[in-house]
């Protein structure tokens, strides 16, 4: 039993952080149907870029953290500007090619900034780990959950109550009738890719203090973020925060009672089940147009 | 005819050339033929996608090494067994995904193809695991060894063409008309009495099947194989090969699969810089030329002839 909950902990924790990065990829779905295989070098660039800042040149943690969400952020903007608008035909094939592309652009800038090393960041608190329901706890699995609440929140809010938030899911809902009542679309799907790129910036600044970085951690992080969001259902936030954490509590299990090796297949094999048994996703159809 | 022209040039470089270098370059580039064309049967013309090719490609070379090595089969006969399994497991996942329209199969098999790859890792027992599977022999054919690079290099290519021309034959029949009519409009196509599920499902096993033949050749010409090469990064690269080089082309194929092999080759020049440019390449590729390198050529060509005919027609509007 206190095995369980142990594994539970730290699937949690790390669900949380798919999550995160489930919600950049549906998000970026809902407003451009696209699917961003760069996605996963956002994370990669906020957790280096987190640790640049606040290891390296010592500013201050949230200093730090704003820092890199705003590096990751621009990262999505330029990817925008400078590609994906410059596509006369935008054929979806060819969307996924230059982010593609992107990606491997983004990881070959990364070595260079950041040379092949792995780098580790310090815990954001310094309190030790603590004992809850018999089993350890890191403080920064707490972080990481209070983190993406906000996150969760923050968005709730912004889509709900802002102006810019409902005009993005009117986007989403329809680009052309959002077009009609004045929204200046092509905006909003600018905003769409910065805000995307930036939760997976923040993804990356979580992740950081619990797993070592370097530049090519980027893919694997991705991809999982990819599966939690079909799981939970693209283009549903709901759908990525439960995905996120199902990926993640499945796949601690996964490690704990069966095997270690088979980490990285349990993601897999969950959207292969998804796939077919409910392709929309667990919150899919319901919730697909609507943030 | 064309096909004059690929085995003239693959001839030509098999007796030509002496660099072992060249030779393991042009075969290398003739079994990413193989695999491009495979994929663009699935993609150009099926109008499908597969994020997990390198699985297929995987199983081919891990099922005739594992038997050759380890059961001391003979290669011919595990290039069978290699068939029959790749057609039973391609069967097997996509015809529950075929029924589903859009972007579906594609997720699949990315499932597919990830779960492949930890696969080929964890059974160490049978595939090496990490450290990969060593001595896998070399082949020959009766009397003739198959294990100078000269030969082999002709063994690919001839392969190649023979798919070349039954890819050809393929499109030009009434399965390829059926295909046309699918990828523009599927609902149409089964209105007109098309069997759309089933002609994408053989379509799909087809591309696999070729993606396993390649990994056969591609086991007995390197004779160490291991997990890293068929990973979600190579699937993404025949992806890539197939949309640079043209949809729906079969010399866009060998045009991207040529393209794509030795472009890391010359950007070898770039040192530390080198992914960043190959990221950019594909990124210009697609602004510029979208519908791939063999069509956007084409276009290029057709309009500098009509420029040279006459000054008013060269000006389009």
């Known amino acids: ?291 | 005819m064309r096909y004059l022209i690929i085995i003239a040039a693959a001839t030509a470089a098999g007796f030509g050339l002496s660099s072992p270098y060249l030779l393991q370059l042009i075969t290398f580039i003739g079994i990413n033929t193989l695999l491009a064309l495979g994929l663009n049967m699935l993609m150009g013309y099926a109008g499908q996608i597969s994020l997990g090719h390198a699985a297929f490609f995987g199983l081919g070379a891990y099922t005739t090494g594992v038997l050759t090595v380890h059961y001391h089969w003979s290669p011919w006969a595990a290039l069978a067994a290699a068939i029959i399994l790749t057609v039973i497991v391609a069967f097997l996942i996509a015809l529950p995904l075929l029924q589903l329209s859009g972007f579906y199969l594609g997720m699949g098999t990315l499932g597919f193809g990830m779960i492949a790859n930890v696969v080929f890792r964890q059974w160490s027992a049978l595939t090496g695991g990490d450290s990969g599977l060593v001595g896998i022999p070399s082949l020959d054919l009766g009397p003739v060894s198959l294990s100078s690079s000269r030969n082999y290099l002709l063994l690919v290519w001839a392969v190649v063409t023979l798919f070349i021309f039954l890819c050809e034959r393929l499109i030009d029949s009434r399965i390829g008309r059926a295909l046309k009519a699918v990828h523009d409009s599927e609902r149409a196509a089964s209105s007109m009495g098309i069997d759309t599920g089933r002609l994408k499902v053989q379509i799909f096993v087809l591309s696999a099947l070729m993606a396993a033949i390649a990994g056969f050749l591609y086991a007995h010409f390197v004779s160490f194989i291991s997990p890293g090469t068929f990973d979600f990064i190579f699937s993404v690269r025949l992806v890539t090969m197939v949309v640079i080089g043209g949809m729906a082309s079969i010399w866009g194929s060998l045009l991207g699969a040529a393209v794509l092999t030795l472009l890391p080759e010359a950007l070898g020049f770039f040192a530390q810089y080198e992914m960043i440019v190959y990221g950019l390449v594909l990124i210009v590729i697609m602004i510029v030329l979208p519908q791939g390198l063999f069509r956007g050529i084409q276009d290029i060509y057709g309009q500098t002839k009509f420029s040279g005919q006459s000054p008013s027609a060269g000006s389009k509007d």
């Open chain 1, 1 to 291: 039993m206190q095995e369980f909950v142990q594994y539970l902990f730290s699937g949690v924790t790390n669900g949380a952080v798919y999550a995160v990065i489930a919600l950049g990829f549906s998000m970026l779905y809902s407003s451009t149907r696209l699917i961003n295989f760069a996605q996963g070098e956002f994370v990669m660039i906020g957790a280096l870029s987190v640790i640049s800042f606040w290891k390296g040149l010592k500013l201050p943690l949230p200093l730090a953290f704003a820092g890199a969400v705003g590096v990751a952020a621009l990262a999505g903007l330029l990817l925008d500007r400078l590609a994906i608008r410059k596509v006369k035909k935008p054929h979806p094939i060819v969307l996924v090619i230059i982010t593609v592309g992107a990606s491997i652009l983004l990881r070959g800038v990364a070595m260079i900034v950041w040379g092949k090393d792995a780098h580790g960041s310090p815990s954001f608190s310094d309190s030790p780990p603590f004992e809850f329901l018999g089993a350890t706890l890191l403080p920064q699995s707490l972080w990481i959950l209070f983190i993406t609440l906000m996150v969760v929140a923050g968005l709730h809010i912004f889509h709900r109550k802002s102006l810019t938030g409902r005009a993005m899911v009117a986007c989403a809902i329809s680009k052309k009738a959002a077009a009609i009542v004045g929204i200046p679309t092509e905006r909003m799907v600018q905003l769409a890719f910065a805000m995307s790129a930036a939760m997976g910036g923040i993804g990356g600044v979580l992740i950081a203090p619990i797993s070592m970085s370097s530049y090519d951690v980027g893919m694997n992080l991705g991809l999982k973020g990819f599966c939690a969001a079909m799981i939970g259902g693209l283009g549903s936030s709901w759908g990525a925060i439960l995905g996120g954490l199902l990926l993640g509590i499945l796949e601690a299990l996964g490690v704990g009672f069966l095997s270690s090796g088979l980490k990285d297949a349990v993601a897999f094999v969950l959207l292969l089940l998804i796939l077919y048994f409910r392709p929309s996703g667990i919150l899919g159809k319901a919730a697909v147009e609507r943030f």
